[in-house]
């Protein structure tokens, strides 16, 4: 893609380099107001995120996207712009770079709500983030978040609603502790909801899988704490 090739040289001439622990990417759905970005986290925005970031005054690092979106061109000396008939998502895009940077945490905003397609789209890509590192897609109600082959620990602070889901035609060795409805060592399938509606209990809580991608779906209330 020409995007990672223009990346590529920005990278080269010194203007962009991994400096940070965590690539935080805004797009242009909902903005979840979950996470204030700090010194540890490198900022994208994703086409019309950008306009989320500037109304609370923060400046991102890098801009990606076609514009189709943002009906001005910030001003700004790392803006990467694709065609607009592309294969990429603007989120995708910004995962995309954020990879090539060698980030492999990664919180996104603005990635749900609005159009349901998109909204779909942008779980597919913490599947896809799982096999590199992690992934939490931020929400106003709920957050996404991906694991192939691993575990994702809940602490005994949560609580409300949380639900999993096969990624895969298969995913085996499912275990789930500390949660209203445990389970151990079974299969979920992408075309059956087992997982679905389990509930926090004021325990630690684990999600694991031994093979396969796991989509986790939980609520959220007030500000995301994350390491």
Known sequence: MRMSADCDKMRKKGRIEKVKNRCFIVGAGDYSDLWIPGKDDFVIAADAGYSHLALRGIIPELIVGDFDSLSVLPEHDRI??????????????????????????????????????????????????????????????????????????????????????????????VS???????????????????????????????VCVSEGTLIIMWEVFGKLTTS
């Open 80 to 173: 990467l712009r694709s065609p607009t008939q592309k294969d990429y998502t603007d989120m995708a895009l910004a995962v995309k770079e954020g990879l090539a940077l060698g980030y492999t945490s990664f919180l996104l905003d603005g990635g749900l709500g609005g159009r349901l397609d998109h909204s779909f789209a942008n779980i597919q890509l913490l599947a896809n983030i799982s096999q590199y590192g992690t992934g939490i897609l931020l929400g106003r109600d709920f957050c996404v978040t991906a694991v192939k082959n691993g575990c994702v620990n809940f602490s005994s602070c949560e609580s409300g609603y949380i639900s999993v889901f096969s990624a895969d035609e298969e995913a085996r060795g």
């Open 176 to 206: 789930i502790k500390g949660l209203r409805y445990p389970l151990r060592d079974a299969v979920l399938k992408n075309d059956f909801s087992l997982g679905v509606s389990n509930e926090f209990v004021g325990k630690p809580a684990t």
